[in-house]
């Protein structure tokens, strides 16, 4: 079982990562970190950082200066964050973390990138209506798609890293951005219909395919329409596989597959640059109803046949519905992929210790093969004590 802790760069400094690391593996008893590449907000507040407690970060820039050879001839390049000022700080986390004997691994954020999609509105998914969706990137977008190898292949290939963490990957819903303002009710449907991508290069591998991507197209923009008048029936409905691919006599079918096919290969790219070519472990993203990943576009039978782990998010759950979750996920990727768990250690997500504990026991009862325990210096003092019991637990 293998215990990692996910934070940020900005949880550290320099002249303490050291001894910090040293005794993040010695007494707490972690195998690695994993350091968030992506800022995912404009505020982080990092009450137990070794930094500044308030980062105002640039929501999409990433922590790392990229090496520009990589990117050459594509005129798109990560954006790095102002808070690196001259540094470069994941080259000086992951060395050290790794020279102290630490496992080392980036989560980086695929398909929700703000900073990049204000800059770049053409690599962004545009809906049924014609709007763009800024923070989305589309997976299906030629640029994108090279954009992220690339920017993998200067992660593997510049840091000691012994995995990737793969984000995001798909097509992602409007509500992914937390900071959403609005006075409409948004269900899964009515957010789903929302942010559906008909730009031309999803349009145009539809029509490659003889789908009636401008019928399914109009469709979505009727009720769409309606919806801005009043709830539809639709909007309502449950997001359930069944139903949906029988809309528009069996063509969102058709579309649905399209979809699946444009992330599988996407992953598959990745996958050739982390594992194949650099040695890498690949880890994806999954969700624990595995039934629900065809919404992104994630295809159960290619994520467990090309990760090396599907990582899932238990946050807000029971912990007693915890297992039969675990169970689900473990049907579904067989031998073939590892199962890992994110658990999050605060009382924004789990009401206490004892029932994050009991998240604990039930990862190790379920026999998964890794934990990701997310947080460090955004956390309350107290809550690193809930780690350091979760690690004796899962390491006895
Ligand atoms: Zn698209």
Not at 126 to 137: S, Y
Not at 381 to 391: C, G, L, T, V
């Amino acid at each position: 079982m293998q215990v990692i802790l996910r934070a940020f760069v900005w949880d550290f400094a320099y002249d303490k990562m050291s001894s910090t690391f040293r005794r993040l593996r010695e007494e707490w008893g972690l195998d690695g970190i994993s350091f968030v590449v992506t800022n995912p907000a404009k505020l982080l507040l990092l009450p137990n950082s070794e930094q500044a407690r308030f980062q105002y970060a640039d929501e999409g820039a990433v922590c790392f200066c990229p090496e520009r050879s990589w990117y050459a001839d594509l005129n798109l390049m990560p954006i790095s964050s102002k808070l690196c000022g001259m540094r470069n700080p994941l080259k000086e986390v992951t060395e050290k973390a790794k020279e102290l004997g630490l496992r080392v691994s980036a989560v980086v954020s695929c398909c929700y990138n703000p900073s990049l999609g204000k800059e770049h509105p053409e690599l962004t998914v545009q809906n049924a209506l014609g709007d763009r969706i800024l923070h989305l990137l589309c997976p299906a977008n030629p640029t994108v798609r090279e954009f992220l190898v690339r920017m993998v292949g200067d992660l593997v290939t510049n840091y000691p890293l012994d995995a990737v963490e793969l984000e995001d990957l798909g097509y992602l819903n409007l509500t992914k951005l937390d900071s959403l303002t609005t006075d409409l009710l948004l269900p899964p449907a009515a957010d789903f219909l929302l942010s559906r991508c008909f730009c031309e290069y999803c349009c145009q591998i539809a029509v490659e395919r003889g789908i009636e991507i401008e019928r399914v197209r109009f469709f979505v923009q009727t009720e769409l329409e309606q919806f801005f008048i009043a709830p539809t029936e639709l909007s309502l409905s449950p997001l359930e596989w069944d139903f949906w691919e029988g809309l528009v006599e069996g063509e969102a079918r058709k579309v649905i597959h399209m979809r699946m096919d444009i992330v599988s290969s996407l992953l598959s790219l990745l996958v050739e640059q982390i594992s194949h070519k650099h040695d890498k472990r690949a880890h994806v993203e999954g969700h624990l109803l595995p039934a629900s990943l065809w919404q992104v576009g994630i295809d159960r039978q290619r994520l467990r046949e090309l990760a090396d782990v599907v990582e899932v998010d238990a946050k807000e759950v029971a912990p007693e519905r915890l297992p039969p979750y675990l169970l689900l996920n473990r049907q579904v990727l067989g031998e073939q992929a590892e199962l890992w768990v994110r658990l999050h250690p605060s009382e924004r997500f789990i009401p206490n210790k004892q029932a994050f504990l009991a998240q604990v026991r039930a990862c190790k009862e379920q026999k998964v093969d890794g934990v990701v325990i997310v947080g460090y210096g955004s956390l309350r003092k107290q809550n690193w004590d809930w780690i350091r019991e979760a690690i004796t637990l899962l390491k006895s």
